[in-house]
């Protein structure tokens, strides 16, 4: 079994910047592609980035273009979000997820192993 585990989550204000950080245990390849997603309360778990097995792929939802930077660790195979000018809308509970392959998605279908997610809460 993966584990999967993010950190990095807090309070900011709005426009400030955030680094979450994610560890795939146990995996038996460093092969597999990582996705974050997000859940705001009352709301359905939303894709906002992910990132081939290489790091060579890297795919955003368009409301975190231009803001957000997903990378990775190819040695460890841990994953980064990198989150700038936040805005209100972008608090939640952030989720890590393993993908299924080496180039996973958008679809949240295309991920085996999710953590427990890390709140973020973004003040006006």
């Known amino acids: 079994q993966v584990r999967v585990t993010e950190s990095g989550g807090g309070l900011v204000q709005t426009g400030g910047s955030l680094r979450l950080s994610c560890s795939a245990s146990a995996r038996t390849s460093t092969g597999n592609a990582m996705g974050w997603f997000r859940q705001a309360p009352g709301k359905e778990r939303e894709f906002v980035a992910s990132?081939?097995?290489?790091?060579?792929?890297?795919i955003y939802a368009d409301s975190v273009k231009g803001r957000f930077s997903v990378s990775k660790d190819r040695a460890t195979g841990s994953a980064f979000l990198q989150m700038n000018a936040l805005m209100p809308g972008g608090r939640g509970v952030y989720y890590c997820?393993?993908?299924?392959?080496?180039?996973?998605?958008?679809?949240?279908?295309?991920?085996?192993?999710w953590g427990q997610g890390t709140q973020v809460t973004v003040s006006s």
């Open positions: 990132i081939s097995w290489n790091g060579g792929s890297t």
């Open positions: 997820a393993d993908g299924r392959s080496a180039d996973a998605g958008r679809d949240r279908g295309g991920y085996t192993y």
